[in-house]
């Protein structure tokens, strides 16, 4: 008799493993169970059907030969037999029995399996505020609120949108929902940054700048209390601990938790994340039965505690080694890194590891550098800015962390992958200055700003680059009293000149190479703040101002080019 | 006293050495000689220089931020003095000396050093060709040659160009004299490929059909035997072993071998390769010696035998190296992956580590898979498709490296920098199955290309992919007889008609997910090969067939786009 493996869950990782274990050995009889009419749909993809980059929800649920992966599509061409609107009620281990429940019936039977594959993934965290459950309150789980977002969109009821929560999706539908559709939007987020815990305040505070060019309203450590509704139920006004906000769309981006109750029913282990455990084999504490995807915890691979880190892709990957797996294989998916890509209208943002805060928390006594510099050779036409931030450990010297905000985010990609190959194998500082990635002008200096970040990392390290971060600059800057800093911009005249017309005597320009001619303008006592456009000549100019015993000097650490992105540039007025 | 650090050779390495030895220690006293006049200039950027790219050949001397790197530059900015038009001809060891000579005036004297660094780079190849000397005969080895061929193109002296040699430069040049400037291009190679030794035939071979595409005359396997001139002794013609080609310009690009003529009459040591010798500190077998960029040899980090690999973007991570070691550091350079990237017209070609067939000259028993793929989430829009082949060894499963050609460089560059990173600790074709890069549908599918190479590179070992390459697929077609082999076509009807009505009954079409009703249109006694768009929807249908026993099956690698990318769509005729 064939061997059954029944798999519940049919979004991402289900379909792989189902996939997969087919592949793997034909003679295997695979059940694919879900309680949604819709499966096997690229639920990342969900925001871009919003934006109207994808026009038809179909493209979502399709392969890319453009065959819709419904029901039929499995059986014919997978040999998957697929019971969507079935919900999965309880797990009997000791016979080896999944109870089912047809949603459209009511009817429940039992399903016997060899192997059972939990793919029950994550639910969205619903806050705790009165009126969500208003008409045009919604979350963004799946095509079907999807689809009715876009309608509405689509047909004008929309002019104001409330979207709670700023994560990747709520930026990505704070993206959608005012580019094409014109809607005037708000971002709410309680943290006092967006994507907190996934990059640190500096890089994150790029994208927020972003965010307000593009005339999305964000609003950070401001909470939503309250949702208001007119006589019909439908949604009127979001109510804040700070204002009141007219709304006629909430989308609740607040989060997603692992959806583990089938699990814990059952008696499986559960991690101290909140997450389903399992060993390197993706297997639970029942062999028989392997999870894998947002339902499961994994060890981080930097610092080695576990992790619940949801990820399409992550669950993608997992689902190979499942489905190879129950089908009689013996593959291992060792833990995770923490990789992480937005793209937010023209700017992208990334990570492969860990961010500087995360290294502190996990307690590294980490040291970050941040460069910024073009993705091309600085000769070559069309190049655009890449700001990276490398965080390593100081004893160890080993590379914790890279992450970055570039406006070509494939060039960005590049950079973050380049240190994501490598952090499986605990690269040091030194490993990641002399990595040999491919050259020639059209993709990368000559000196790739993925060394050049590195060397400055060693700089600072060394104590010869001190550098002062944009957010202490612009505090260091507002709270100037004469006679204790002075602002020392080493670039051209051209470039400086605006800076010293507006905030002499406090700022002066020595043009770096005429350094040394110049030392005798530099006050003895007061501190220096060596700035030029990337943080590149001002490092020199600390250099040759050390030599000269001048060492009371921070250097502006990705210079005037970080201090425009993270939208505190002293010529413009913050709003 | 301070530190005397002398370097021979002021492009590439010997600036970097010069800057990062001042900025290690402001104390030393470093010296930068060159015999030529232009130094420090991006030799990497000539081509685009002469394509136009780059208007202004200052812009290749120049910084970052517009200065131009010349002697007061550096004396002023860094701290360096340099000697340009200054021959060293003789190194005097035992005294620590270097014998210069001032080209301009013919004076001679003798320079000191305490650490003395080699940064003589390389020279062309002149092939040995009669006519060489002609006037319109040129190697592009500095500003001044460019400036010479971009003179004579813009002042319309060219219209029939012949470069001999399809490395990088040849490839480059022939973009750039035959796309701006509209000259009439013959590009000559020995050769039975494009890059050869850089490069995999396939993959050569999708490069070729793009300068086709653009109408380069590509003449492989041809040998120029002698070039003539007028009686003003400018160039009218190439003569190869087939034919005479018209040229007002020939461009030599055979190559370039490392300049070590100085290094060997003071008897350092000589590698295998012909470059010099150094250990890991960069040192040569004169410890006060160091010596780096295209003039040495390195141990190579996956073959472990030492190559000479001459990139000016190795010459800048040494020259950081050298710089820290002679200001009294101890840094390593442990060695090579080979890397390499060009961008021909609007395709990008690139490699990480080893090509197959390194791999196997190497001594490795090498397996490779190709996959082609959209570099985004298959539903999100301006995807491009990329090629990526994955070489690894059959026995230990070590990943030997990562080639690639892309309508996207950049995102071509995504994929080989993560190889890059992982290289130098021996990946095994597993880590990279799992390589968690980041994810988000702007940027890679959440089962990324990278990921999906090492899966198939996986099946193919397991016997479960058993894949044809384009070349060996045109072979099987053009001598196909009737009765022997069967095309079996399992893409929609509308994609395989146009190969069904010509080449019937030898081409068929059974769509994928029809094909276990189809078994019965099967001959038992044919082999089969299994076509779709990709080669994913064939390999599926090899698995289907093996488990019905069909199992004398080839797929094709790459589907219909791997074979129309190499010129080899059989319903089009080649040139």
Known sequence: MSRKIVIIGAVALGPKVACRAYRADPTVQVTLIDQNRDISYGGCGIPFFVSGDISDIKALMSTSFHLVRDESFFKEAKGVLVHSQTRATAI????????????????????????LVLATGAVPVKPNIPGIALEGVTTLSNPAEAQLIKNALSQGQVTHCVIIGAG??????????????GVET?????????????????????????????????????????ILGDDQ?????????????????????????PNTSLAEEAGLTIGSTGAISVNEFLQTSDPD???????IELPHLITRQPVWYPSGSLANRQGRVIGTNAAGGRETFPGVTGSFA???????AGRSGLTQAAALQAGFDAQEALVIQADRAHFYPGQELIALKLVADRKTRRVLGLSGVAK???????????????????PTIEDVANLEIPYSPPFSGAMDILNAVANTLKNTLEGKNRPLAVDQFRELFEGRKENEILFVDVRGPRNALPYVQRFSPDWINIPGETLTQGLGDLPKNKRLVLVCNSGVRSYEAQIVLDQEGITNTLNLAGGIAAVKWAGLNPLEEED
């Open 408 to 426: 070509n985010g494939d060039a960005l990609l590049a950079r973050l992958n380049a240190i994501a190959g490598a952090l499986p194998y605990q």
């Open 233 to 257: 139920g439908k949604v009127i006004k979001v109510i804040t601990d700070q204002r009141e906000i007219p709304a006629d769309l909430v989308i609740l981006a607040a989060g997603v938790r």
């Open 168 to 181: 990747p999706i709520g930026l990505e539908m704070a993206q959608a929902v005012s580019e094409l559709w």
């Open 92 to 115: 009997n281990r000791r016979d080896r029995k999944v109870r089912l429940q047809d949603l459209l019936t009511g009817r429940e039977e039992d399903c016997p399996y060899d192997t």
């Open 342 to 348: 937005v793209k937010l209208f023209d700017l992208s």
């Open 186 to 226: 708000t971002l709410l987020e309680i943290q006092d940054q967006i994507l907190p815990g996934i990059l640190d305040p500096d890089l994150a505070r790029m994208l927020s700048t972003e965010l307000k060019r593009h005339e999305v309203n964000l609003l950070l450590e401001e909470r939503a209390v309250r």
């Open 289 to 295: 039965i392997y999870a894998g995807g947002d339902c």
